[in-house]
């Protein structure tokens, strides 16, 4: 059957129908040839400090070496915890450089979540910002881990480096008191890895596109999160379809150097894609350690252009509440891409009477390297749709019986593309995919006559909190363990400014169980964006024959209660 894709009349000139990953026999191969191009280019600035495309580059062969000299298997997975810090990349760069495979790990995580992603990824190397090393020292004995990487926020800054770390650790007390040193995982400083590694010999291993690189982390149904596999040829493929749907609006810019704002986390999808996107095209990133911090964030945009502002609706929204964000000079932005969550249309324009650059929006998922639908760059008006498959990627919609929808008619989106990955770690994923191989998202959308897909709703039960995936199944499990909670329920309520917020039902054994009592619980046992805002006690929840909670009913009450 041939695919109708009406989609396909609409692409800018200059845009491919489809891309070729197999141009390159391995990821490291369009990596080098970002080096080799760009050499003298700025890759990164961050608090000031420049990094060179030939920095990161020396300092990921410094990695690379050090971790063959470790004598860890070929294909080992090596965890990297880090914010936005100039190390990141050439980490990364260097984990995969060394013939391993690398499972980005949130920073902001607690333990109980870290223990996971560890025992799950089988990790036996950790790179860490001692920020976060609290959280690892509370875990590492269980876990497979055998060597520690130890790295502070200005280890790569020069002088620069040592005030920020002195302050970071002195004056504004930003580590947490830990103790990693035992004699069952040695843990070596990262600039220790830098000189040892420089004059350590690097053997480049043997490569190819099928095998794995990333094991990238994303919210389980189960209540536990999954590790999708993303294979060499999934991330080269993501790089070469941004390059190409950016291309009409980038191959205008005249500057000599196009600056991109990196203000989301390096560890999330998005981020990761855009990395790619960047690198392939020489880019300058912006790289933002602590986003949260809104004045610190402002002053950084006033030091240089920026030309690209990739976020999430919630980062736009707070940003147009700085006074100060109005004042910036926005005559060289030339594209903001909105993702990772639902762009609304009030931000939407606001942003553009603003900043005069319209946000377009996007969809993409983890298990697609965050390649999916995109609207036109070069398209001036917001229009609240996701926009149309980008090149190579194919997009059906089905119903419940697994039969394609009409137009303008809601169905479940499943995917097919060479960014699109083969399954999960560990679990059994035939249940992912169509009988024709289509990767089934969750999500539920429309397409209209022109291909242009609008997202409905989701499937699943998930909460999408500031783009970031939350699993109701999670934060019960956990939040069950709380003293004095007999049974509780977990669903998504409308937030404006996180889009959504994550409500609880509790379901109390007695007075003694208080909002301050939970919500304490919930901080020490769950990631911040996913502890609950909202709490509500009621006697009993709605559940089904078998006993199974009926979330719906619970949105429904919410909305009844505050209708």
Known sequence: MTLNKPWLNHYPNGVPKTINPDKYSSIMELYEECFERFRMHPMTICMGVTHTYGDVDKASLAVAAWLQAQDIPKGSVVALMMPNVPQYLPTMIGILRAGYVCTPVNPLYTGRELRHQLNDSGAQVIFVVDNF??????VVDETAIKRIVLSKLGDIMGLKGMLVNTIVRQVKRLIPKYKLDDPRHEVTKFPDVLKKGKNLPFHPPKMSLDQLAILQYTGGTTGLSKGTILTQRNIVSAALMAEAWYRPVTSEINEVYINMVMALPLYHIFAFSLSLLGMRSGYTFILVPNPRDMPGFVKTLSKQPFHIFPAVNTLFKALLEQPSFKSLDFSPLRITQAGGMAATEQTATRWLEVTGCPMVEGWGMTEGVAGG????????KFNGTIGIPVPSV????????????????????????????????????????????????????????????????????????SGFNVFPNEIESVMLDCDGIIDC?????????????????IVPADNNVTKEVISEFALDNLTGYKCPRHIEFVSELPKSNVGKVLRQKLREKHQLDHS
Request: charged share 30%; aromatic share 6%.
């Open 133 to 138: 090393a609290q959280a690892l020292e509370q």
């Open 489 to 505: 329920a977990v669903i998504g309520i409308p937030d404006e400014r996180q889009g959504e917020a994550v409500k609880i039902y």
């Open 373 to 380: 639908t995109a609207n036109l760059i070069t398209d001036r």
């Open 394 to 465: 194919d997009i059906i919609l089905i119903d419940e019986d697994g039969e394609r929808v009409g137009l303008n008619q809601a169905g479940e989106m499943c995917i097919k593309g060479p960014n699109v990955t083969s399954g999960y770690l560990n679990r059994d994923s035939n249940e992912d995919f169509t009988s024709e191989g289509y990767f089934r998202t969750g999500d539920i959308a429309s397409m209209d006559e022109k291909g242009y897909f609008t997202l409905l709703d989701r499937k699943k039960d998930m909460i999408l909190v």
